[in-house]
C-alpha cells in the first residue's frame, strides 16, 4: 500500500466523498438485499404511489426512475432546493412529478440516491443508524460519518464522510464483491451486475453509469477510458474525489482533495501508472 498526504492532512483525516456516497449507497442496499429486506425489482414503493408504482428499486439505482430533475447547481433547480430547503428530501424526491417511463431515461439524480435511502429506511425499520448497523459498522469504519436530513434520513447522494484510508476500505469490500474477513455481506454477483451498463429505451445522458458507479464499458461495449482495463469502475465525488476499484488487476486507488476548476484531474492516468508499475 502507498500513501501521500498534503499538508494539514493525515490517514486519519475524515474528508466529503461528496458523489462518492451514492457507490456506498449500492453497498447498503447490497447489504439489505441479502438479509432479504430488500430486492433491486421492488416497485410499490410506499413513497411512489399511483403513477410512479412502477418506479424500482434498481431504477432509483440506475437513475433511471424518470422523475423530473435538474442536477444544474443554480436557484431554483431541484438539487438546490432538495439540499438547501427541504427538511425532508426523500419526501421532496418523490413529490416530483414523472417526466419519462421507469426505465427509459438515464438521468443523473442526486434526487433518486436520496430518495433511495428513504425507501431503504423504512424497508429496514431505522433511518439515521441504517448506514453504521448495516455497512459501516461492520466493515470497521469508525470514523466514517453520514449526515442526516432534518428528517433523520441519511443523506445518501452526497454527505458521506470518511478518512481516505476508510474509503480505500469500501473500495476493497467491493473488490471483493461483499465478502469481508471471510463473511459474505453482499449477494454474490452484485458487484459485477451493480457494475454491468444496461441500455436504456430512449437517452442514456451519463456515459457507462451502472448502478451507482461509474463504468469504464459502455452498454454497447465500448470503453469510456481506453487506458483502463474494461473492468474499471470508479466512485466520483463533485470536487475531485475518487474511488477506482480494477478487479482484473487487484487494484483500489483512492484519490481525495479538492479541484472543482481543474479540466484534467489525470486520475485516469494516475490508475493506469499504478497498473504500469505493478505488472
Given at each position: 500500500m502507498g500513501?501521500?498526504?498534503?499538508?494539514?492532512?493525515?490517514?486519519?483525516?475524515?474528508?466529503?466523498?461528496?458523489?462518492?456516497?451514492?457507490?456506498?449507497?449500492?453497498?447498503?442496499?447490497?447489504r439489505l438485499a441479502l438479509e432479504g429486506t430488500v430486492a433491486p425489482q421492488d416497485h410499490d414503493l410506499p413513497q411512489?404511489?399511483?403513477?410512479?408504482?412502477?418506479?424500482?428499486v434498481d431504477d432509483l439505482m440506475r437513475m433511471t426512475s424518470g422523475l423530473s430533475w435538474d442536477e444544474t447547481y443554480d436557484l431554483g433547480t431541484p438539487i438546490t432546493r432538495m439540499l438547501f430547503m427541504e427538511p425532508d428530501m426523500g419526501s421532496y424526491v418523490a413529490s416530483l412529478?414523472?417526466?419519462?417511463?421507469?426505465?427509459?431515461?438515464?438521468?443523473?439524480?442526486?434526487?433518486?440516491?436520496t430518495l433511495l435511502c428513504?425507501?431503504?429506511?423504512?424497508?429496514?425499520?431505522?433511518?439515521?443508524?441504517?448506514?453504521r448497523r448495516e455497512l459501516l459498522a461492520p466493515l470497521g469504519l469508525s470514523?466514517?460519518?453520514?449526515?442526516?436530513?432534518?428528517?433523520?434520513?441519511?443523506?445518501?447522494?452526497?454527505?458521506?464522510?470518511?478518512t481516505p484510508r476508510e474509503w480505500a476500505t469500501i473500495g476493497w469490500f467491493a473488490l471483493n464483491d461483499g465478502v469481508w474477513n471471510g463473511r459474505r455481506m453482499l449477494p454474490e454477483g452484485w458487484m459485477?451486475?451493480?457494475?454491468?451498463?444496461?441500455?436504456?429505451?430512449?437517452?442514456?445522458?451519463?456515459?457507462?453509469?451502472?448502478?451507482?458507479?461509474?463504468?469504464?464499458?459502455r452498454p454497447d461495449g465500448s470503453p469510456v477510458a481506453p487506458g483502463l482495463p474494461a473492468d474499471a469502475y470508479r466512485a466520483v465525488g463533485h470536487d475531485g474525489q475518487r474511488v477506482y476499484v480494477v478487479p482484473s488487476e487487484g487494484l483500489v486507488v483512492v484519490?481525495?482533495?479538492?479541484?472543482?476548476?481543474?479540466?484534467?484531474?489525470?486520475?485516469?492516468?494516475?490508475?493506469a501508472d499504478v497498473i504500469a508499475a505493478l505488472r
Open positions: 500513501e501521500r498526504y498534503a499538508d494539514g492532512f493525515t490517514a486519519d483525516t475524515p474528508q466529503l466523498g461528496w458523489s462518492m456516497s451514492k457507490s456506498v449507497t449500492n453497498l447498503l442496499a447490497g411512489l404511489p399511483g403513477d410512479k408504482a412502477a418506479i424500482t412529478p414523472v417526466a419519462h417511463a421507469p426505465g427509459a431515461y438515464q438521468q443523473y439524480s442526486s434526487g433518486s440516491t428513504d425507501v431503504l429506511g423504512e424497508k429496514a425499520g431505522a433511518k439515521a443508524d441504517l448506514p470514523r466514517a460519518t453520514w449526515e442526516p436530513d432534518a428528517s433523520g434520513t441519511p443523506v445518501c447522494g452526497s454527505y458521506l464522510w470518511a459485477a451486475r451493480s457494475t454491468t451498463a444496461e441500455p436504456v429505451e430512449q437517452t442514456q445522458e451519463d456515459e457507462g453509469y451502472g448502478a451507482g458507479w461509474w463504468l469504464n464499458t484519490r481525495m482533495g479538492f479541484s472543482p476548476s481543474a479540466d484534467d484531474l489525470r486520475t485516469d492516468a494516475l490508475v
